[in-house]
């Protein structure tokens, strides 16, 4: 018997679409509260981009990410499903035997950690889009002895500094070289290490208590609910690091502030405080259930599907 089963990819895949077109609003607002400037809660920050960017503000950027979340999805979701089987198949000889507590966090882990590779990019690229708000010409600047001067009326055109997200790519890799798609991997390992054992063991902890006698597999409500309450958990753990990551990657090469992991949680207090550090935990725990419950159902359904034949 085969341990590696490519419909986990292929489910995850749909999983991962489901859930980016679900979360993206709020992923939006969560960055904006993480890395821009100027919102003071959840509910001014929605407000702000309704009043300057319209609905559409809340979307901006989705195009990538639903190409390549999804992608990323059926990464975590394969790999996490296929590791399973094959430590169940040399701690046990049979890769259809339950993986213990120990298994599980072994197998959430190395999910983390692996998902890196890809996500780091991803989300850079994210959020780079995300934070575009102006145009980078249409700021005012100081000239000398002058003061403040639109370069509007100098007759200067404004543009984005990112045309989407071929390129934002292309301007990253010409600016910052390859280690510029990386820029966050560090937080990203910080996050993402912990954040899966604590989102794909919960999940397992709700459906075993949900669906006690174990009998087949777990009621689509059953899914739902474990799903959304296993993402919710993860997403608020998570936050300190997200912050993190999130100031590092919207970390521009022209404006460089933070050097570093350390030297962007020490600057981030030094300047707001110790609540900088669960800055958009609201949003991540409201995004997380929806996203999380439509990810695993999702995942779940298409397996059923695909295992029906």
Same mark, same amino acid.
């Given at each position: 018997?085969?341990?590696?089963?490519?419909?986990?990819?292929?489910?995850?895949?749909?999983?991962?679409?489901?859930?980016?077109?679900?979360?993206?609003?709020?992923?939006? @607002? $969560?960055?904006?509260?993480?890395?821009?400037?100027?919102?003071?809660?959840?509910?001014?920050?929605?407000?702000?981009i +309704? $009043?300057?960017?319209?609905?559409t503000?809340?979307?901006?950027g989705?195009? *990538?990410?639903?190409?390549?979340i999804?992608?990323?999805?059926?990464?975590?979701?394969?790999? =996490?499903?296929? &590791?399973?089987?094959?430590?169940?198949? +040399?701690?046990?000889?049979?890769g259809?035997?339950?993986?213990?507590?120990?298994?599980?966090?072994?197998?959430?882990?190395l999910?983390?950690?692996?998902?890196?590779?890809?996500g780091?990019?991803?989300?850079?690229?994210?959020?780079?889009?995300?934070?575009? &708000?102006?145009?980078?010409l249409?700021?005012?600047f100081?000239?000398?002895?002058?003061?403040?001067?639109?370069?509007?009326?100098?007759?200067?055109?404004?543009?984005?500094m990112y045309?989407?997200?071929?390129?934002?790519?292309?301007?990253i890799?010409?600016?910052e070289?390859?280690?510029?798609? +990386?820029?966050?991997?560090?937080?990203?390992?910080?996050?993402?290490?912990?954040?899966?054992?604590?989102? *794909?063991?919960?999940?397992?902890?709700f459906?075993?208590?949900?669906?006690?006698d174990?009998?087949?597999?777990?009621?689509?409500?059953? @899914?739902?609910l474990?799903?959304?309450?296993?993402?919710?958990?993860?997403?608020?753990?998570?936050?300190?690091?997200?912050?993190?990551?999130?100031?590092?990657?919207?970390?521009?090469?022209?404006?460089?502030?933070?050097?570093g992991?350390?030297?962007c949680i020490?600057?981030s207090y $030094?300047?707001?405080?110790?609540? @900088? *550090? *669960?800055?958009?935990? &609201?949003?991540n725990?409201?995004?997380?259930?929806p996203?999380?419950?439509?990810m695993?159902?999702?995942?779940?359904?298409?397996l059923?599907?695909?295992?029906? =034949?």
């Open positions: 018997m085969t341990v590696f089963h490519l419909d986990d990819f292929v489910a995850g895949w749909i999983g991962g679409a489901s859930s980016v077109i679900v979360g993206h609003p709020l992923d939006t @607002v $969560k960055t904006r509260l993480q890395a821009g400037k100027g919102y003071k809660n959840t509910l001014h920050c929605v407000v702000t +309704y $009043k300057k960017e319209n609905v503000g809340f979307f901006k989705l195009s *990538f990410p639903l190409a390549s999804t992608l990323y999805n059926s990464l975590v979701f394969g790999f =996490f499903s296929n &590791t399973q089987r094959l430590i169940s198949r +040399y701690r046990y000889g049979d259809r035997h339950p993986c213990s507590m120990l298994d599980l966090t072994v197998a959430s882990m999910t983390g950690l692996v998902s890196v590779g890809v780091a990019p991803v989300d850079l690229v994210k959020i780079r889009l995300q934070l575009q &708000t102006q145009p980078v249409a700021e005012n100081n000239l000398a002895g002058n003061g403040s001067v639109p370069l509007r009326s100098m007759g200067i055109q404004s543009q984005f045309r989407g997200p071929l390129h934002c790519i292309s301007t890799l010409q600016n070289g390859i280690q510029g798609l +990386y820029r966050g991997a560090g937080a990203m390992i910080l996050r993402d290490v912990p954040g899966y054992t604590l989102y *794909f063991i919960p999940y397992i902890l459906c075993n208590w949900l669906n006690p174990g009998s087949g597999t777990p009621h689509p409500c059953c @899914v739902w474990a799903g959304g309450l296993a993402g919710s958990i993860s997403w608020v753990t998570a936050t300190p690091a997200d912050v993190v990551k999130s100031r590092l990657q919207a970390d521009a090469m022209q404006q460089r502030k933070y050097k992991i350390v030297h020490m600057q $030094k300047t707001e405080g110790i609540h @900088v *550090f *669960f800055r958009g935990a &609201t949003v725990a409201i995004r997380g259930f996203m999380s419950a439509t695993f159902l999702g995942y779940e359904l298409s059923q599907f695909f295992r029906s =034949f």
